[in-house]
């Protein structure tokens, strides 16, 4: 199956430039290269245990901008706002590091995890096995795998590899038909995107829908608009374990304090 055959436009456009972009970066450092950067990278950070820990567990997202909101946040300071959000409770960080649409990058990454104990996701846009050792080599805990953006083998060889590294990918889907194949691929955890990759329009009603089809012993996490104590309340109720929250932090003045508020509204 070649998933970037369902790909919409602006989904499209980001998996062009990250293309070209690594491929022009494979050249310049060899993946030999960051093989010995591996073996240098702070020791990982367990993930799972974070996600799924008892009480509400909240993956808070760094992304200084968006390709459906623009600017979200500027100036953008990841080590001010990794260490604040780990103050209220976060249980762990993703850290947007694609430049182009979401101007992020490895340094905020790295910076992030440098200022804060808690496990931290890579989230971009991951196709080749390059790009997972780049990220355990910049000292990331876990990455993204977005099952539209991949084919059923590409899927299974980068789980493969980042369990080999040590770090449990987050395994993104939107439909039940990719969380099939994500369960056919055997992910661990699953996060289901309430956000349509190809008009960018957010459903809440998607995570309800696949929750129930999503094994008891993968961890759960709901992803995109939740925005309210109400909703994560529900997202519990109906069983998931984690929930990513991004836009709503980094678009806050404070975005401590909006975390904390969630946290203890729905606790």
Known sequence: MCAQDNAGPVLGRILEARRAEVEHRKKVLPETALKYGVQAASPLRDLISALSGPGINVMAELKPASPSRGLLREPFDPVGLAASLESVGAAALSVLTE????????????????????????????????????????????????????????????????????????????????????LAAEARIIGVNNRDLKTLEVRAETSFELIEHIPQDCIAISESGIATNGELARLRAAGFDAFLIGTRLMLSSDPATVLRELLGAAA
Do not use: C, Y
């Open 99 to 182: 430049p182009e649409f979401f101007r992020g990058s490895l340094k905020n990454l790295r910076d992030a995890r440098k200022s804060v104990k808690l496990p931290v996701l890579r989230k971009d846009f991951i196709f080749d096995s390059w790009q997972v050792w780049e990220t355990r080599a910049n000292d990331a805990d876990s990455f993204l795998l977005i099952v539209a953006t991949l084919a059923d083998a590409q899927l299974k060889e980068l789980l493969a590899l980042g369990r080999e590294l040590g770090m449990e990918p987050v395994v993104e889907v939107h439909t039940r038909e990719e969380l099939d194949r994500a």
